[in-house]
C-alpha cells in the first residue's frame, strides 16, 4: 500500500478506524494473501458494504467493479460519490452494455497484468437468501488467463449491517481469507477448457463455503 496516493492511504486509513470501533471486525488469514504480484480475492457477496470491508482489511490495494451509476450522479451527493470511488480505485461498469460482462473480465485482466489485487464475487450479485450459489466460471477464467492465484474470502455478517432495502447498523462482522489456489496446479492434463474453468470455480466456492458455513443453493 505504500505507493499508493497519499489520499488513498489517508481514506483507508479513516475507513480502518471507522470500521474497527463500529463493526468490531475478526478478521483471519492476512498471510494468504500475497505481498506483491497479481492476486484474485474471490469472496460470497451479502452486502453492499462487502465491497467496502475488504479492501479495507486487505493489506494491499484491491480494486473492484461498481456500477457507473457511482461516476455520473449530480450534486453534491454525486460529486462526493464520484471522488470516493475513483479514490478507492474502483473500475466503473456500465451494467446496460450488452458487452458489459467481457468488458469486465478485460478490464479485471489489466489490473492482473499490473501486478494488482482484483476483488470479484463469483456468485454475480449478492445473495438474498443467505445461501452461497452457484460461482460463474469468470474467476476461473481470470485465475487461468492472467496467470493468478485465487484467495478464497469468507464474509460474515455484512448482511446484518446492511439489510437490503434497509438502513444502516451495527453488527459484528468477519473476514477470512484462505489458503491461495494456484491454477495451474489444479488443472490436470489433457482437461478442456470449459471443464478446467468448471472445476476450479468449483474448488473456489467450497473454499468459501468451508469457512462461510453457508448453505449451499447450485442456482
Known sequence: MHNRPVTYRFLKLILSLLVLVLLRPRVTGLDNIPKQGAVILASNHLSFIDSLLIPIMAPRHVAFLAKAEYW?????KGRFSRWFFTKMGDIPVQRDDPRAGQRSLEDALAVLQRGGAFGIYPEGTRSRDGKLHKGHTGVAWLALTGKAPVVPVAL???DKVKPI???PRLARVEVHFGAPIDPSRQIAAGTKPAQARRE???QVMQSIQAMSGQE???T
Open 200 to 202: 476450479l470455480t468449483e
Open 72 to 76: 455520473t450522479g449530480k450534486g453534491i
Open 165 to 167: 432495502g434497509k438502513m
Open 156 to 158: 460474515l455478517g455484512t
Open 216 to 218: 449451499r443453493a447450485d
